[in-house]
């Protein structure tokens, strides 16, 4: 593992560590995986059943963005199958976060405003902690804590694909002075698309 942003495994507090001013309250492990099979061996090999387990439900994760993806593609009028190919043979980065009891939570960032550069992005969490700007009324909503909910996040990629249609989700993540908030982040993109 290695905090260097160009590294398929890193680990780290910040999105640039060593680089960034200030350290965010989180502590998070970033890896590849798609492929799977190219990138598994990578993993960590503790606990000792990460792999196995992540491995299983980023395949089935995987699965879902492709479905996902079809239904925005055929509202789009490009059809069910546009980008399937792309999703099936695209980038899949895991993040998993790590966001320990902050004693003045109201004095620590665990992460600040940011859109996810993704076409889609598809989160699980262990509790609240998660805002979204609603950006009509420019006011900080937080997702609800729906044990064992995925949510789909609209990425950068996806309002530029869509020329707008669908837009980029702004959000933020807020932290908690009783316990430790973990988080699954999936960010599916396609570096080149394929315009036939």
């Known amino acids: 593992m290695s905090n260097d942003v160009y590294k398929p495994v890193r680990y780290g507090t910040s999105l640039k560590d060593g680089e960034d001013k200030v350290q965010f309250w989180r502590v998070f492990l970033k890896h590849y995986a798609n ?9 960590p090999e503790n606990p000792p059943d990460y792999r196995e387990k992540m491995g299983k439900y980023t395949e089935e ?13 055929e509202g ?11 999703f099936q043979d695209g980038v899949n980065v895991i993040a998993v976060n790590c966001y320990p009891p902050c004693p003045q939570p109201g004095l620590a960032l665990g992460l600040p405003p940011y859109s ?7 989160v699980l969490q262990s509790s609240v902690g ?3 700007l609603d950006t009509q009324n420019n006011e900080w909503r ?3 804590d729906l044990q064992g909910t995925l949510q789909v996040h609209v990425g950068d990629h996806l309002e530029v694909l869509s020329n707008g249609l ?7 993540v807020t932290l908690n002075s009783q316990k430790t908030r973990i988080s699954f982040f999936h960010f599916f ?4 698309f394929d315009h036939k």
């Open 35 to 43: 492929p799977l099979i190219d990138w598994i061996k990578l993993w």
């Open 189 to 192: 993109s396609k570096s080149v």
């Open 116 to 122: 996810d550069y993704s076409i889609l992005t598809i």
């Open 166 to 172: 669908y837009k980029s989700v702004v959000h933020r």
């Open 61 to 73: 994760v995987q699965k879902l963005a492709i479905k996902i993806m079809g239904i925005i593609t």
């Open 76 to 86: 789009l009028g490009l059809g069910p199958t546009y980008l399937s190919q792309n």
């Open 130 to 132: 998660l805002e979204i």
């Open 142 to 144: 937080e997702v609800q």
